[in-house]
């Protein structure tokens, strides 16, 4: 009886086991931890999140395993830089500066450096695609930028930080023609004046620079200060003399009965002066 008893009490306990087991199946159950792991095998987790799965969240967190698990080791350093790759391309912006930066804080003599450096340009740069976009980001892509250019030159990254600094200085013009035209076509003369003012002293080397004069044209004549609308008609013919800009200011002057020529003594006078002794332009 006792024997009986022993064998149903086995049974028992094998099936109890059974059934635990087929409520924790081996999928189930939790990974082992990531300080379990060596730092290659945690960045190629993360290579792979970004490169096979383009997890790209999981990826930039695993990059950041890396780092705070072997900090000051190469392996954290290479995780760095491919952090802040990764939240670029999640067009995480703000992280993807922090991680460029840190970077440049940390190895600020490093090969990669400059890829950081740029990282943290673009960054600022693929946010000011719209002119009605806070102009504060263009100035800081601006300032990046300069940074990529006056302390890498000689770097992959110079070459392509010149043309973006260029596209991102138009665009700041681009925006005090945006806001000039604005107040020209509500008749605030004035106050157009100086938005193409800014855009004539301050950013001459810009494609907006024959709009700029001509709408000065347009201002002044409206204002009756025949002058100074002679001389940006005189600047616009000898720097933009074969651009529709300057034909349709030609016209405008004439039907004045003006001609463009320097008059006075005015801020284009000067800019005329400048212009001709070749510091303008």
């Known amino acids: 009886m006792a024997t009986g008893s022993r064998r149903i009490g086995a049974v028992a306990a094998i099936l109890v086991l059974s059934l635990t087991a087929a409520c924790d199946p081996i999928g189930s159950r939790k990974p082992p931890p990531l300080e379990s792991y060596d730092a290659p095998t ?22 950041g395993e ?8 190469e392996w954290a350093k290479r995780a760095l830089i491919m952090q802040a790759y990764t939240y ?32 943290l340009a673009l960054s600022y740069y693929d946010q000011i695609d719209l002119v009605g976009r806070d102009q504060g980001l263009t100035f800081q892509a601006l300032q990046a930028l300069r940074t990529v250019i006056e302390r890498y030159p000689d770097s992959e990254y110079a070459q392509s930080a010149i043309l973006k600094f260029d596209l991102a200085f138009n665009h700041l013009a681009a ?7 604005f107040y020209l076509k509500r008749k605030n003369y004035s106050a157009a004046v100086n938005r193409f003012r800014v855009v004539v002293e301050d950013f001459q080397t810009t494609t907006h620079t024959a709009e ?58 000067t800019i005329y002066r400048q212009m001709i002794k070749g510091e303008w332009l």
């Open 66 to 73: 890396v780092e705070r698990l072997f900090p000051y080791s």
């Open 42 to 63: 945690i960045f190629q987790m993360a290579e792979t999140k970004l490169e096979k799965d383009r997890d790209l969240e999981e990826a930039a967190r695993l990059y």
């Open 88 to 119: 670029h391309q999640a067009k995480d912006y703000e992280n993807a500066r922090a991680s460029s930066q840190r970077y440049i804080d940390f190895y600020p003599a490093d090969e990669d450096a400059a890829y950081a450096q740029y990282l």
């Open 212 to 269: 700029a004069l001509y709408r000065l044209i347009e201002a002044y004549l409206a204002l009756g200060l025949d002058s100074e609308a002679q001389t940006a008609g005189a600047i616009l013919g000898h720097n933009f003399q074969s651009t529709d800009w300057y034909a349709d200011g030609y016209k405008l002057l004439q039907a004045k009965g003006l001609e463009p020529e320097a008059k006075g003594d005015g801020w284009l006078s």
């Open 175 to 181: 925006k005090e023609m945006e806001v000039g035209r």
